[in-house]
């Protein structure tokens, strides 16, 4: 089997740094701690689900120990569950190597690591290896120091690691043109929010006309309108504009302008406390516009709707999803190339768009919405859309 080395590359050097530290403020205890968190208790490895990755991580103390030092790294649930909370993520905890075939993710360690008497630190190689996601989970390899033998104690700063399974989001979209116009159907269930926020990834093949709609999303009394293009920029039409509450931004200008044939993460996101509605390309913000609206109600929308007369060429979108509160920036950046909880606090409304096509399926064809709080809302289709084997989203 083929073997990809993913090391952190951090030097002992820094972790001499950090003993001077240690000794000043704990001048009567030796410490252990792992070397790869005084840097960040947190990081990411790239994994594809084919090979094995290993990831060395390095268990050091803040002097050398007349004995030996024996340790261990425990799985570390409360790590995750904290991290997931602050970052508004779904990370499970990575499983150790119990099914031979693989069917699950999981790694293989040493049970015991020994910092042998005069050392400072020892290195401790982790196989992570492949997984298949059926329902896009996202894993995190999240342990903490255990003391099995010797006087030392765990630094509480540098105690814990995580490292997150960064497995990119691959999946089928649909290839939709101007008469595919995905809609909600009629038993779409209405929902009212102070606070919301609206995400996707989203494929155009063309910016050479104004006025193609990316969402359009039915509001009694007015509209939450996302479109590619508009009259106001001296004849380019590759740029995003959304009209809300009465007003619109566009957003437009020097590094701001989109390329054809390039996969964006979009996020729109209002407070009503803030009177603000934030737009993020690629987890970035990047415009921001002032409107005051007490609440919105949702009653449904449509994407890429404009007809045959604007709408040229084809879009493509996935994960569609719809908030009932302000997302944060590192939640925006963290879940947009992944999959997500379908019962996270807040989430009304989400479509993956992965379905694919299935011959048992009505002639109209229905992208299935993940959420069911609020009752089905699936989006249906005019004609059904040609679709995109096995897309990976290269932002």
């Known amino acids: 089997m ?5 090391i952190f590359g951090l030097v002992l050097g820094s972790t001499m740094a950090f003993t001077g530290c240690e000794a000043e403020y704990q001048p009567d205890l030796n410490r252990v701690f792992i070397n790869e968190a005084v840097i960040s208790s947190v990081t990411k490895v790239k994994v594809d689900g084919v090979e094995d990755t290993y ?3 390095t268990i050091a103390l803040a002097t050398p120990s007349e004995s030996d030092i024996k340790v261990r790294l425990v799985p570390d649930q409360a790590f995750v569950d904290q991290y997931n909370k602050e970052n508004g993520t779904n990370l499970l905890l990575l499983p150790e190597f119990k099914d031979e075939e693989c069917t699950i993710p999981q790694y293989t360690m040493e049970s015991e690591i020994v910092i042998p008497a005069g050392k400072v630190s020892a290195r401790v190689p982790v196989a992570i290896h492949p997984f298949a996601t059926p329902n896009d989970e996202q894993y995190a390899f999240a342990m903490a120091v255990e003391v099995v033998e010797g006087t030392v104690t765990p630094t509480p700063s540098s105690s814990q690691i995580m490292v997150i399974m960064d497995k990119p989001l691959i999946q089928w979209v649909p290839y939709c043109e101007a ?6 159907t009629d038993n779409w269930a209405n929902f009212k929010s102070k606070d919301w926020s609206i995400e996707f990834l989203a494929w155009k093949d063309s910016f050479d006309i104004n006025n193609q709609c990316v969402i359009n999303v039915a509001v009694p009394g007015n509209e939450i309108y996302v479109r590619w293009g508009d009259v ?15 007003s619109q931004i566009d957003v437009a200008g020097d590094n701001l302008w989109l ?10 996101v209002y407070s009503q406390a803030a ?21 919105t109600e949702f009653a449904g929308f449509s994407v890429f709707s404009s007809g045959s007369e604007y709408f040229w060429g084809a879009g493509m979108m996935a994960q569609l999803r719809m908030w009932s509160r302000s997302l944060s920036a590192a939640e925006i950046e963290a879940n947009m190339l992944s999959a997500v909880n379908p019962s996270a606090d807040g989430l009304e409304g989400y479509w993956k768009m992965n379905e694919g096509w299935i011959d048992n399926l009505p002639s109209q064809y229905m992208f299935n919405c993940a959420t069911k709080s609020l009752g089905t809302r ?18």
């Open 2 to 6: 083929k073997i990809k080395q993913i």
């Open 179 to 184: 008469r595919t116009i995905p809609q909600t």
């Open 259 to 268: 390329t054809k044939n390039k996969w964006y993460h979009y996020a729109l």
């Open 232 to 246: 106001t920029q001296n004849g380019r039409y590759d740029f995003l504009q959304i009209k809300y509450n009465g």
């Open 378 to 395: 699936d989006l249906k289709c005019q004609v059904n859309p040609t679709w995109k084997e096995n897309v990976k989203f290269a932002l």
């Open 55 to 57: 990831q060395n991580i």
């Open 275 to 295: 009177k603000t509605l934030t737009i993020y390309y690629d987890g970035k913000q990047v415009a921001q516009m002032t409107s005051d609206c007490s609440e």
